[in-house]
């Protein structure tokens, strides 16, 4: 029993913390750009098709990490030229936009690779100990891989120079410009972190799922879900959502089936929107 | 001869044309393009993005085969098969309402959760496969009596369209439509004349559902088959991708995106691995360059088509339900409102008596505006109550606000639909408080005139351009045809937030006899906001000065200049 319980926490910590890495990119883009990024499920795909090819091509597994920033980041860039730029304050059009560039990478990686699910093998094989309970060692990477990341993001955020200018842009816009901040490039700048965010933790999953080209769309419902429910603008948020949304998923998904699950999860998203539009967590 | 009729000729050539696996296909495809008919409907009218339309068009579809299943052995089964495509449109409408009813969330997060939906429904049908046949779906599915060659199925599909098309038409000709085209531009000046924005967008969602609904019923008999890929992602994405391409803003946009796109996928998918990938491109290419799509193109040719349109007789609207009514009194009572730490309004007392025009005036900062919005309901006090006569306004919906106490309002910006002309945009405003739901579906209520109508054309001679658009006019006209519409509303009480802000001086001294003209015509009283000492000067019968959320003075104008308070905050300014 109590193994059981222990085996059942450990499995919710992993998955909220999971769910948590996975919404970074997506929190980082609506947050400060206040663009929502339809294609964020497809970047996190990209990611981890980064991990499939390292992997066919004989790489150690972590040079996936530098294919994928170098991969996603650059499409981001391109798009934050070629698109973004117009559109920022735009909702709307950007949400359109964002939908249309997901159809497109979808379709790109479609083409590509084919339709087949493709795995990929964990570097991290054999299982460790924790209270007793043997666990697969790659999971718990994760979960500690995850934890630093949005620790660290939290800090860099809260204190840094770069952060405090991205908290001035998305401000007031025109002040920041008007103080000599190049609201361009910090735009820019965010929207490349954003998506090279949602590779790298496409490449942390990577060894854990089935990659295949339609896996984003799942993740950009259920990330999404995480920051309507943690509320815009904070870390804690964000984190508070993942254990909602993740907490209740994997609660009901134990006692019924996914699909029960996955509508609970609807069902709490419009009940938020209902009662907290703003999210469990506002800041000031 | 009109595009409609080029349109049904073309659609019964078809099967002289082509073969018989053409004439397949396209009766396929007139179903799919009912259903992205209905997602034009929402996005190119109200502004709002399906992304899991083909939810409507799946449930339609399963409902469809159930009843046509079981009508195998009892017939009479069968007439209950439209309630298929109705059941799919109300519950589009429970989801509007649900939805829109609490925020009025219409961008993002209603995108968002259609997605959702849409993806749950796909998990439903594949897991709950006692009921849908899980995976494989619906299989055997008998089709209608009758409807069983190619050909009656071709013509079943293509009456389908065209009297969706037929009824579209007619919804996008009626006010309810312009309502609906009004509400994507500025939706809080739609619901300030008296309107429930929310519902009328559920209602769009509702009826673009039925749309889909009907493609979806038709579709289960035609094919014999129903999989969950119906309710799911794909076809959700396709129905969007070919709204967009043919051009969302009109009914024929869909239907020829549907047609040529998905025609060519189908021709295409299998021989040119990038084809899919093209259609992304073109799709991202035309909502950012070109909103108006395939049919955008051919703008010309309609036009030419169609020539001259009629200009007929206005007629004579009925009387506005508040015609008449003497204004009540209007009392703030203790009102404080918060935004976080800061104190917008603190505990603030305000009579505005019922006759008359009163000028409210204070340094920025002092709290007009948001007098203003607390009383037509916009912003939320956090303590006290507003009253007009024994009426509670404090915790009413904006649109019922202005509906029942007969509140209107002009806004700080001249807030007009700039995309709808200004025949449309003053009708809009005829309609608060006369139209019934029943005359928003006339299209002709939109040639509604009014006695008040007339004087002010007699006075403004651009308000009887009636077919340019509101965004072709001056800042000043815009002023005045916002002013306008507020009037035409009748409305008891008439709150105008600097009418006169960035006119010239003549254009003011005209807009200060409307307001005094407007103000006994119809017998409302006035509550202006100004900052012009000038204009407080000429029209205000009683002055309230606000300094810090609080009221700090009341009296005439002759008080309130020789009030030693007042001066003390206007100190500096002299004025």
């Known amino acids: 029993m109590q193994d059981l319980i222990a085996a ?58 530098p294919l994928a920033i170098l991969v996603c980041g650059s499409i981001g860039y391109v798009i934050e030229v070629l698109i973004m730029r117009r559109l920022y304050r735009r909702t709307f059009d950007t949400l359109v936009a964002t939908w249309g560039l997901s159809l497109l990478l979808r379709k790109s990686a479609e083409a590509v690779f084919g339709l087949t699910y493709r795995s990929v093998e964990t570097p991290l094989p054999g299982t460790i100990d924790v209270f007793g309970v043997p666990y697969p060692a ?5 979960i500690g891989l995850g934890a ?12 840094s120079r770069t952060g405090l200018r991205i908290r001035a842009m998305t401000g007031n816009p025109e002040l920041a410009q008007s103080l000599g901040l190049s609201v361009k490039r910090l735009a820019a700048g965010t929207f490349v972190t954003g998506t090279c965010l949602a590779a790298l933790s496409g490449v942390m999953i990577a060894p854990l799922v089935p990659v295949f080209p339609y896996m984003g769309l799942d993740y950009v419902l259920r990330t999404f879900f995480v920051i309507v429910v943690g509320g815009l603008g904070s870390v804690i948020g964000l984190v508070y959502g993942a254990l909602a949304i993740g907490g209740l998923d994997s609660a009901v998904s134990a006692f019924s089936n996914g699909t029960y699950g996955y509508l609970s999860v609807i069902v709490l998203a419009i009940a938020f929107l209902w009662l907290r539009p703003r999210g469990i967590h506002v800041r000031g | 001869m009109s595009a409609a009729k080029a349109g049904i000729m073309v659609v019964l050539a078809v099967p002289f044309a082509f073969g018989e696996y053409a004439l397949y296909q396209m009766s396929l495809y007139f179903l799919y393009a009912v259903a992205a008919v209905g997602v034009g409907l929402c996005w190119g009218q109200v502004g709002v993005l399906p992304l899991g339309h083909a939810l409507f068009f799946g449930i339609a579809a399963y409902l469809a085969g159930f009843v046509l299943i079981a009508g195998d052995n009892a017939p009479w089964l069968l007439l209950l098969l439209p309630l298929a495509a109705l059941v799919a449109g109300i519950i589009a409408f429970a989801i509007g309402i649900l939805v829109f009813r609490r925020v009025g969330e219409s961008g993002p ?10 993806l749950l429904a796909f998990q439903v049908t594949t897991n709950w496969a006692s009921l849908t046949g899980g995976f494989d779906g ?23 369209l065209v009297a969706v098309l037929a009824g579209g038409h007619w919804l996008m000709a009626s006010p309810l439509g312009v309502l609906w085209r009004a509400i994507a531009q500025n939706e809080r000046r739609v619901a300030l004349f008296g309107f429930n924005t929310n519902l009328l967008k559920a209602v769009a969602f509702g009826i673009s559902g039925l749309f889909a609904g009907i493609g979806g019923t038709i579709y289960a008999s035609q094919q014999g088959f129903v999989t969950p890929q119906v309710v799911g992602f794909g076809l959700s994405a396709e129905l969007v991708i070919w709204a967009a391409v043919g051009g969302r803003g009109s009914l024929v946009g869909p239907v020829i995106g549907t047609l040529l796109i998905g025609t060519l996928t189908s021709e295409l998918r299998d021989t040119f691995r990038f084809w899919e990938v093209l259609t992304a491109v073109s799709f991202i290419v035309v909502v950012l360059f070109f909103p108006s799509g395939l049919v955008g193109l051919m703008d010309p040719v309609v036009r030419w088509l169609d020539g001259k349109p009629k200009v007929r007789d206005d007629i004579e609207a009925p009387v506005s339900v508040r015609n008449g009514a003497p204004p009540r009194r209007l009392k703030i009572d203790q009102v404080t409102v918060r935004a976080g730490e800061v104190l917008i309004l603190d ?48 915790r009413m919906a904006a649109h019922r606000i202005a509906a029942t106490a007969g509140i209107g309002r002009k806004l700080q910006f001249p807030s007009v639909f700039p995309d709808l002309s200004i025949a449309e945009n003053l009708a809009i405003a005829l309609w608060s408080g006369r139209a019934s739901a029943s005359d928003l579906l006339r299209p002709w209520v939109r040639r509604w005139t009014s006695p008040l109508l007339r004087q002010l054309r007699l006075r403004y001679a651009f308000l009887s351009s009636g077919a340019r658009k509101a965004s072709e006019l001056s800042h000043g006209e815009r002023q005045i045809l916002e002013l306008s519409m507020a009037i035409l509303t009748e409305p008891r009480i008439l709150l105008l937030d600097e009418p006169c802000a960035g006119l010239s001086p003549d254009e003011t001294s005209t807009v200060i006899d409307v307001i005094r003209w407007a103000s006994e015509a119809t017998g409302c009283a006035v509550v202006i906001i100004e900052h012009d000492m000038s204009l407080v000067l000429k029209l205000a019968d009683a002055v309230y000065v606000l300094h810090n959320g609080t009221l700090l003075a009341r009296g005439s104008v002759k008080e309130i200049q020789a009030n030693e308070d007042v001066r003390s905050i206007y100190a500096g300014n002299r004025k």
């Not at chain 1, 790659?138 to 994760?142: E, F, P, S």
């Not at chain 2, 997060?109 to 849409?118: E, G, N, P, R, V």
């Open chain 1, 8 to 65: 059942q926490t450990i499995n919710l910590i992993y998955a909220v913390t999971l769910l948590a890495v996975l919404s970074l990119g997506l929190a980082v883009i609506f947050g400060l750009l206040g663009v929502l990024n339809l294609a964020h499920g497809e970047f996190i795909m990209l990611g981890a098709y980064c991990a499939v090819v390292v992997r066919q091509n004989g790489w150690p597994f972590l040079t996936a990490i």
């Open chain 1, 138 to 142: 790659y999971r718990l990477a994760v």
């Open chain 1, 148 to 159: 630093t990341a949005i620790f660290v993001l939290a800090i860099w955020y809260g204190n």
């Open chain 2, 109 to 118: 997060y209603f995108s968002m959760i259609t997605l959702a939906l849409s």
């Open chain 2, 138 to 160: 619906l299989k055997d599915i008998p089709s209608l009596p009758g409807l069983d060659s190619t050909m009656a199925n071709y013509a079943a599909s293509a009456a389908a």
């Open chain 2, 347 to 394: 505990r603030l007392n305000l009579d505005l008596g019922s006759k008359g025009i009163s000028c409210i005036i204070g340094p920025n900062g002092a709290g007009k505006t948001s007098t203003f919005n607390v009383v037509s309901g916009e912003m939320r006090a956090s303590q006290g109550v507003v009253t007009y006569g024994d009426l509670v306004l404090t």
